[in-house]
Each structure stands twice: as C-alpha cells, then as structure tokens.
C-alpha cells in the first residue's frame, strides 16, 4: 500500500518519521481530514539551535498526490529559507522541476532555486527533516 493512499497509512509513516529523527526537540504536526479524500498537515518540527520546520501540506489520498505544500525554516526569528510550488514559468532555471523551488537569501522573497527533492508524488517530510538536522550545529 503506498504511504499517500489514505490518511490512516500517511499519519503511520508521518508520525514513525517523527520517532526517528535523532536531532528533533518536539513537534505540533497534526494530520486531520477534509473531506472524504483530503487531508491537511500542519504544525511545527522543533531541532536544537532554536530551529523550527514549518509544514502545511494538502494531500489527496484518491488520487495520492500531495496537492499543495509550504514548508518554512526558522532559526529562532528569522525566517532562513522557505520551499513552495508556485508557479514561475517566466525563470527557466526553474524549469526542470518545475514548479518545486526553495526560496533562499539574499533577496529570499525573489531569490529562487531548483528543488528537484520535491514532488507531488511522494512525501517530502524525510528530505526536509534531513535537511535540517543537518544544519543543526552549523
């Protein structure tokens, strides 16, 4: 059974991944439905150093495709870089996964790079827990 074909399976492997991270303080994340196939998860993923991983993510399990997602990394008040998928169809260094990019400094609200550990089509959550406990103690 894949892991986004239905709320019950995402929120197994969702909260197994929590388990598991060894540089993580606490979380918020909840999984909840919206609908007799959408499901929402929102909350924040506490490391050490005062880093926070924000997630929102709108899934459809009929269809099992992540819908729409934003994560969102702090160190203490100060947002260090954000992932989205909007569209950008006027960058081509976007273009070949698009529209999966992160937006990092300096100009972080104009300055957009390639996110190709992104998909609709699979969970992001291990990349970005990855990502980030791999900058704790930086």
């Known amino acids: 059974m894949s892991t986004l074909s239905s709320l019950e399976e995402y929120g197994r492997f969702v909260y197994a991944l929590l388990e598991k991270s060894g540089r993580m303080r606490s979380h918020t994340i909840r999984l909840y439905p919206r609908g007799a196939s959408i499901g929402v998860v929102e909350g924040d993923i506490s490391f050490d150093q ?10 459809d399990f009929a269809i ?9 990394v702090w160190r203490a008040q100060q947002q260090l870089y954000w992932y ?12 070949r996964n698009h529209p999966h990019h992160k937006h990092v400094p300096p100009d972080i609200k104009h ?3 390639p ?3 992104l998909s609709f089509d699979a969970p992001n959550l ?3 827990i990855r990502e980030v406990e791999g900058q704790v103690g930086d």
């Open 50 to 59: 005062q880093l926070v991983l924000r997630v929102y993510e709108r899934l």
């Open 115 to 117: 996110a190709p550990e």
């Open 111 to 113: 300055n957009r790079i």
């Open 84 to 95: 989205d998928p909007m569209p950008h169809p006027n960058n081509p260094e976007l273009a």
């Open 126 to 128: 291990p990349f970005l």
């Open 64 to 72: 099992e495709r992540i819908l729409a997602y934003s994560y969102e």
